[in-house]
């Protein structure tokens, strides 16, 4: 047992249904046993109600709950800095290339260590991960995940047309490679896996139906894919599939849209998409980043909100910018300021984006995404190195409000000074203390 003496913030409900949703606590108590929050408030009432708990004093620190990626690539590390590109020759030209070296199981392990270190050194606790193409490679994120102690969602990458033949397999080795990893890996420790066709345009009827399949013989594996990217993409879709009304529809007609489901992008959504999105509690991954790197366009965030879609942050690495979720939710914030239809995201809106909403849209709400008690200890400590423009700035604010503000804008990966998965040290910065 030990109560965390800190500046803490979390937002314990929708920051977009409840205006007063950040909680705030300048002088704030977290008290932590074995992995688990059980109480979390001013720092006096909390010591009060425990005195016994030993304090560990991190005044002059911030905590956050751990920030949650709903759309990443592991393969694509190395990928990252790519500008110049649209999606379909962005894939062709920098992306499938370095998909397909993932190939050698050496590289991939390499590749996997490099990527799990980058999540736990960006204060990402949980991911929605799309995979590799090739089960050893998978293996290697899965051994690597369990090393870390992350809690990473991941799962072969499925596709059998339109990308490149190293890439490709048959429905068959699909469902049969997918059945020998998840029964290896789901549910061990902290992994979940998924299902994951690369999207639409790279799989086919029986490849969907093969998606199909796995969900119906597994309930509690998630689902996700790509939705509604690129124009180019949007239309080559409408041809494959000419019986299709839409996108969506192409995975609603293969039972692969539900509360487990998460699409990433939907920037080219349509009004009856997003109406039975709402009606199916299917998630979009909103990847801000990525969606202004490659063109994509900009996320009609206000058409989800009022058509009660509900959305959370991915950082798409490699078509996004980096691991960092606090730059997603700036990215958010600035690219929704210049949108057609603008908004204004509020300070606890991007802290709900980065970690509640990521929760609910994985259906671990229950477990993770803010400090309420009962939940899972999983945390960020932030710690503004004394010689930063950010230190600088937070020493002459007062307003919580605006202390948030200025973290989620200027706050990059070297503020991180730890980040604790169920209690449990992940990553620890030896450089700010
Ligand atoms: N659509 C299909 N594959 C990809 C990918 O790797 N990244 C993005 N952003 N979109 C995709
Ligand atoms: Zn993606």
Not at 331 to 359: F, H, K
Not at 399 to 412: H, N, Q, V
Request: glycine fraction near 8%; aromatic fraction near 8%; charged fraction near 20%.
């Amino acid at each position: 047992m030990e109560i965390l003496r800190a500046c803490i913030f979390h937002t314990p409900r929708n920051a977009f249904d409840h205006p007063d949703s950040l909680i705030a606590l300048p002088d704030g108590g977290l008290l932590t046993s074995e992995g688990k929050v059980l109480a979390c408030g001013d720092f006096s009432a909390v010591r009060a109600a425990s005195p016994e708990a030993p304090v560990r004093d991190l005044r002059g620190s911030y905590l956050l709950p751990g920030f949650i990626d709903t759309h990443i690539h592991f393969p694509q590390v190395r990928i990252l800095g790519g500008l110049g590109y649209s999606l379909l020759d962005w894939l062709d030209h920098l992306t499938l290339p370095e998909e397909a070296r993932l190939s050698d199981d050496t590289y991939a392990t390499v590749i996997a260590r490099e990527f799990v270190h980058q999540l736990a050194a960006h204060g990402t606790t949980t991911s929605l991960v799309f995979g590799a193409h090739f089960a050893p490679a998978m293996a290697a994120l899965f051994e690597a995940a369990a090393t870390s102690g992350l809690r990473v969602i991941s799962g072969l990458v499925l596709a059998d047309r339109l990308l490149r033949p190293e890439l490709h397999v048959t429905p068959e080795q699909a469902f049969e490679a997918s059945k020998l990893l998840l029964g290896r890996y789901h549910g061990h420790g902290r992994i979940r896996y998924a299902v994951i066709p690369r999207f639409a345009l790279s799989a086919s009827e029986p490849m969907l139906e093969v998606c199909h399949t796995l969900l119906r013989e597994n309930p509690t594996l998630h689902f996700t894919s790509h939705i509604n990217e690129n124009p180019l993409e949007v239309t080559e879709v409408a041809r494959l599939f000419p019986w299709a009304a839409d996108y969506l529809a192409v995975y609603e007609r293969f039972g692969l849209i539900g509360r487990r489901s998460v699409l990433a992008h939907n920037v080219q959504a349509t009004a009856p998409e997003l109406h039975r999105l709402a009606a199916s509690q299917c998630s979009i991954a909103h990847c801000p980043a990525s969606n202004a790197a490659l063109g994509s366009g900009i996320f009609p965030m206000r058409r989800h909100l009022e058509a009660r879609v509900h959305f959370a942050l991915g950082t798409d690495v490699g078509g996004g910018t980096g691991f960092g979720m606090m730059k997603e939710a700036l990215l958010a914030y600035l690219l929704q300021r210049v949108a057609p239809d603008p908004l204004t995201l509020s300070p606890a809106q991007m802290l709900y984006l980065a970690t509640r909403a990521g929760a609910e849209a994985l259906a671990l709400d229950e477990t993770l995404g803010d400090f309420t008690p009962g939940k899972s200890a999983d945390f960020v400590c932030l710690n503004p190195p004394g010689d930063s423009a950010l230190a600088g700035v937070l020493r002459r604010l007062e307003d919580p409000e605006r202390i948030l503000a200025a973290i989620l804008t200027m706050a990059g990966p070297e503020t991180i000074r730890e980040v604790r998965v169920a209690g449990d040290l992940i990553f620890e910065n030896q450089l700010t203390h």
